[in-house]
């Protein structure tokens, strides 16, 4: 059954049933988010915020959050979405999480806080940032009620397949002397949520099984291009984004990327999709972010992202156009700020 918090105000030795002034009112809907900045605590923890409003493929996300134990969390207000909605969009921001690098995270929060979130988190918690991992995550909606499908869903979500997802429900009232009171419950109790979240992050696919993938597409030719073995220009990673990736790093950044899978932007069988950052590569190498944007355009970008940073998805099906683009990559950090930054 849906939950119901009910109050009453204690009054000449008497119980008063002080009623419910719905948080879906304009001025408490806008005003509860802001409560919940100011006071992370309302959401059941110490969390330190260090995102709002983030931009994501899924739409804006409410709130990204950390816990002293550098876990991840996602608030999602339910505002004018119903229930079931709420849920759902809760969901995808989620999967967008699943997705991000741990260096993502740390921009995402260096953006929002305007300084490390080294520094942040020590100064908050009193103590070193842990490793991160945004595949380790809650989920959390937050509103003044759900109806019984959204709770059977949550629940269901929780019980059965260990999905570290909670509702946080807030009840408003105003007492008779026109003070005001804020309730808080949650749907799943918070040690119950904690024995069911059993599920680790997951593990990233290994270069085997990338190789696998890239057989199976016929486009190994084309990601032995990109590799680097004495990581003078860039090292890499394995990577679950789009299903198998391969993340190409520089001085701890994501500089570009190479989508093995071919399920980010539906690459036919023998093309392979590059998601590359312009801006990290300007700021790395002091070329000209217009010079990087301009050379770019010129193999036709299939796609611009901007989660987790500004990019553009070049569709390569060929050697000799992934050689040239790996010559215009090198040719950047082969720059007098690039090289000398690194040696």
Same mark, same amino acid.
């Given at each position: 059954m849906p939950t119901e918090v009910k109050l009453w105000e204690l009054v000449d030795g008497r119980l008063k049933d002080v009623g419910d002034a719905s948080l879906a009112d304009a001025r408490l809907e806008k005003d509860l988010e802001d409560w919940i900045v100011?006071?992370?605590?309302?959401l059941g923890e110490d969390f330190l915020i260090i995102?709002?409003?983030?931009q994501?493929?899924?739409?804006?996300? %409410?709130?990204?959050?950390i816990n002293r134990d550098g876990q991840l969390a996602v608030a999602e207000l339910k505002r004018d979405l119903s229930a079931r909605e709420a849920v759902a969009q809760a969901l995808d921001y989620a999967?967008?999480?699943? %997705?991000?690098e741990p260096e993502q995270i740390l921009?995402?929060?260096?953006?929002?806080?305007?300084?490390?979130?080294?520094?942040a988190f020590e100064d908050h918690y009193g103590k070193e940032l842990p490793d991160i991992s945004p595949q380790n995550q809650r989920i959390l909606i937050v509103a003044s009620r759900l109806d019984a499908a959204a709770e059977r869903i949550v629940n269901y979500l929780s019980e059965r397949h260990h999905v570290n997802l909670n509702a946080v429900l807030f009840k408003y009232t105003r007492l008779s002397d026109g003070r005001e009171m804020l309730a808080r419950t949650v749907l799943v109790p918070e040690e119950v949520a904690r024995e069911r979240s059993t599920r680790g992050p997951r593990v990233r696919p290994t270069a085997e099984e990338l190789r696998l993938m890239g057989e199976e597409r016929h486009v190994n030719n084309l990601v032995r291009l990109f590799e680097d073995p004495m990581e003078k220009y860039w090292g890499a990673l394995e990577s679950r984004t789009f299903g198998g990736s391969i993340r190409y790093r520089r001085q701890g950044k994501i500089i570009f990327g190479l989508n093995v899978s071919g399920k980010g932007w539906a690459a036919p069988e023998g093309a392979v999709d590059v998601w590359i950052r312009p801006s990290t590569i300007s700021e790395l190498t002091g070329v000209s972010l217009a010079d990087i944007e301009s050379r770019l355009a010129e193999y036709k970008p299939i796609a611009h992202i901007e989660a987790g940073g500004t990019g553009v998805v070049l569709r390569i099906a060929d050697p000799k156009t992934a050689n040239k683009l790996i010559s215009d990559l090198k040719s950047w950090f082969d720059s007098e700020r690039g090289l000398a930054a690194a040696s």
């Amino acid at each position: 059954m849906p939950t119901e918090v009910k109050l009453w105000e204690l009054v000449d030795g008497r119980l008063k049933d002080v009623g419910d002034a719905s948080l879906a009112d304009a001025r408490l809907e806008k005003d509860l988010e802001d409560w919940i900045v100011t006071n992370p605590a309302l959401l059941g923890e110490d969390f330190l915020i260090i995102g709002r409003q983030c931009q994501t493929v899924a739409g804006p996300l %409410d709130l990204l959050l950390i816990n002293r134990d550098g876990q991840l969390a996602v608030a999602e207000l339910k505002r004018d979405l119903s229930a079931r909605e709420a849920v759902a969009q809760a969901l995808d921001y989620a999967s967008w999480l699943d %997705d991000l690098e741990p260096e993502q995270i740390l921009e995402i929060a260096s953006n929002f806080l305007r300084r490390p979130l080294e520094e942040a988190f020590e100064d908050h918690y009193g103590k070193e940032l842990p490793d991160i991992s945004p595949q380790n995550q809650r989920i959390l909606i937050v509103a003044s009620r759900l109806d019984a499908a959204a709770e059977r869903i949550v629940n269901y979500l929780s019980e059965r397949h260990h999905v570290n997802l909670n509702a946080v429900l807030f009840k408003y009232t105003r007492l008779s002397d026109g003070r005001e009171m804020l309730a808080r419950t949650v749907l799943v109790p918070e040690e119950v949520a904690r024995e069911r979240s059993t599920r680790g992050p997951r593990v990233r696919p290994t270069a085997e099984e990338l190789r696998l993938m890239g057989e199976e597409r016929h486009v190994n030719n084309l990601v032995r291009l990109f590799e680097d073995p004495m990581e003078k220009y860039w090292g890499a990673l394995e990577s679950r984004t789009f299903g198998g990736s391969i993340r190409y790093r520089r001085q701890g950044k994501i500089i570009f990327g190479l989508n093995v899978s071919g399920k980010g932007w539906a690459a036919p069988e023998g093309a392979v999709d590059v998601w590359i950052r312009p801006s990290t590569i300007s700021e790395l190498t002091g070329v000209s972010l217009a010079d990087i944007e301009s050379r770019l355009a010129e193999y036709k970008p299939i796609a611009h992202i901007e989660a987790g940073g500004t990019g553009v998805v070049l569709r390569i099906a060929d050697p000799k156009t992934a050689n040239k683009l790996i010559s215009d990559l090198k040719s950047w950090f082969d720059s007098e700020r690039g090289l000398a930054a690194a040696s």
